[in-house]
């Protein structure tokens, strides 16, 4: 059974979820984070106050759990399917799936449901353990509003998650479906977008359990030949290498086949003139955990910095995920800006694009829904085996739908010449509404200025034109038609 880890200080106010001290907020001193191979600092009593809350109990002196073996694995997951009721994908001809749902492949699927199988926690403990993080992850409020001033360094709004042994296996076991098929889903679009980009070499910031890094493996199989995942965590990093020993063990043509993985605790520097040195540069779901506005704008242009083609964020497309990305946007901009400035400076020929917006914005202007209380987001739909339905969302179906915000950039080297003509298209940023011979389509980027707009579509359009648009849903890119009978309306106020 898995024990918690205690309090560990990795800045200001660092705390384990489920560890013993869970009432107790530390006000300590911030320093930097224990490399991969270090225990944390113990803390004293003066850099604690107690809180009137009550401390969650948790069972004392478990044994640690052992090293994943692949073939412990494979036995637990063969158990479980010989005792399983529920089937994964619904009865025969009626399936659950649609192209809007994410699913975790099958050799995935068996990995993580026979990792947290062997784990041997307590199917209720764990059920509590991850109801506890799901409520703590989108709670908290990470930026209030990052039109305001930037706040002094050192400053943060909410207290940092420790990711220990329980916090880290009950991230895997509610969160991990949505974190693959939100990358997949990017991945996907960035494929689309750019058919000739085979990266070869990929760094995933706060890659947790790999969940982005089997992602990106999986879509670019044929090309990609080492990754990189930067995690703090230790117990993540070994969660996440119990994860890939499973997918190698499933099968000698699955994704990781030829790719090396190497693990860091803090992101790689660049040498003076040095080329940056990854192809793609995944943050998913982890800028939300840097809760320093300087730092995490410092990391934002860090990782710029480590691009070589593509660079993907991705948040929770609730309010504080969006301000994420928008801000994200807003100092990528600046960066472009004020490298053109100085290439321009020192030649007279006008400096090319540093960037190229790829998805899902039409345009490189402001989003027009920044510092509005509409976040600018997509859906999704993942599917939960039924070994991983600890939420009591997915309990009937396995399925669980959330919102997404991402950014997808690219330096000009990347984008072919034959990708661009699809980049400047509006796109649906909110659910089409069907009437009797019309249809209402929400844009972002049909109007002139750029802004959000209503578009109907009628009817009499064309045929052609008329199928084309019952087939466009939230999130997918609108082709200008010949003809449009409806003009483009002031959308409503955001």
Same mark, same amino acid.
């Given at each position: ?187 996907? !679009?960035? $494929?689309?977008? #750019?058919?000739?980009? %085979? ?7 706060? /890659?947790?359990?790999? =969940? *982005? ?113 928008? !801000?994200? $946007?807003?100092? #990528?901009?600046?960066? %472009? ?7 321009? /400076?020192?030649?007279? =020929? *006008? ?113 052609? !034109? ?21 003009? *483009? ?6």
């Amino acid at each position: 059974m898995l024990h918690g880890k205690g309090l560990a200080i990795v800045g200001r106010q660092t705390f384990g979820l489920f560890s013993p001290l869970r009432g107790l907020r530390g006000r300590a001193r911030a320093r930097p984070v224990a490399p991969i191979d270090d225990e944390p600092e113990a803390i004293t009593d003066k850099e604690i106050f107690v809180e009137p809350e009550v401390v969650v109990p948790v069972h004392h002196n478990p044994p640690p759990p052992p090293p994943a073996d692949p073939a412990a694995i494979a036995a637990a997951v063969k158990h479980r399917r010989a005792t399983e009721l529920t089937p994964f994908h619904g009865d025969a001809g009626h399936s659950l799936i649609d192209r809007k749902t994410a699913s975790l492949p099958e050799w995935l699927r068996d990995t993580v449901v026979g990792v947290i199988t062997q784990s041997q926690l307590p199917r209720k403990i764990l059920k509590v353990d991850c109801r506890k993080l799901h409520e703590f992850l989108f709670s908290r409020e990470v930026v209030p509003n990052v039109q305001k001033e930037v706040p002094a360094a050192g400053s943060g709004f909410a207290p940092e998650l420790h990711y220990g042994a329980r916090e880290s296996l009950a991230h895997l076991a509610s969160r991990y479906p949505v974190c693959y098929g939100s990358a997949a889903a990017v991945f996907a !679009e960035v $494929r689309l977008r #750019l058919p000739h980009f %085979a990266p070869s070499q990929m760094m995933d910031f706060g /890659s947790g359990a790999g =969940a *982005a890094t089997l992602a990106a493996a999986a879509q670019w199989q044929q090309s990609m030949t080492s990754a990189t995942c930067v995690e703090t965590s230790n117990d993540m990093t070994r969660l996440a290498e119990s994860v890939f020993d499973g997918v190698r063990a499933a099968g000698e043509s699955g994704p990781l086949t030829g790719v090396d993985i190497h693990h860091r605790s803090l992101i790689p520097g660049l040498r003076t003139g040095q080329d940056p040195p990854y192809h793609l540069v995944v943050a998913s779901f982890s800028l939300c955990e840097i809760t320093d506005t300087r730092l995490r704008r410092t990391v934002i242009q860090s990782l710029w910095s480590l691009t070589s083609g593509c660079l993907v964020l991705v948040e929770s497309g609730n309010r504080q995920g969006f301000a994420l990305i928008d !801000e994200a $946007r807003s100092v #990528l901009a600046e960066h %472009a800006e004020h490298t053109a400035a100085s290439k321009a /400076s020192d030649v007279s =020929a *006008a400096p090319p694009a540093e960037m190229q917006m790829i998805s899902p914005c039409p345009h490189m202007g402001t989003c027009p829904r920044a510092g509005t209380d509409t976040p600018c987001h997509f859906p999704l739909r993942a599917e939960y085996p039924s070994g991983m339905r600890f939420l009591g969302q997915e309990e009937r179906h396995g399925l669980r739908s959330e919102k997404l915000s991402y950014l997808v950039l690219a330096r000009p080297d990347a984008v072919g010449a034959e990708s661009t003509t699809s980049f400047g298209h509006p796109r649906v940023v909110g659910p089409p509404r069907q009437r009797a011979g019309h249809i209402y389509f929400e844009l972002c980027g049909h109007a002139p200025d750029g802004g959000v707009s209503e578009v109907v579509i009628p009817r009499s359009v064309g045929k052609s !034109e008329w199928v084309d648009a019952k087939q466009r849903s939230w999130g997918d890119t609108f082709p200008p038609y010949s003809k449009l009978h409806g003009s *483009a309306k002031a959308s409503r106020p955001e």
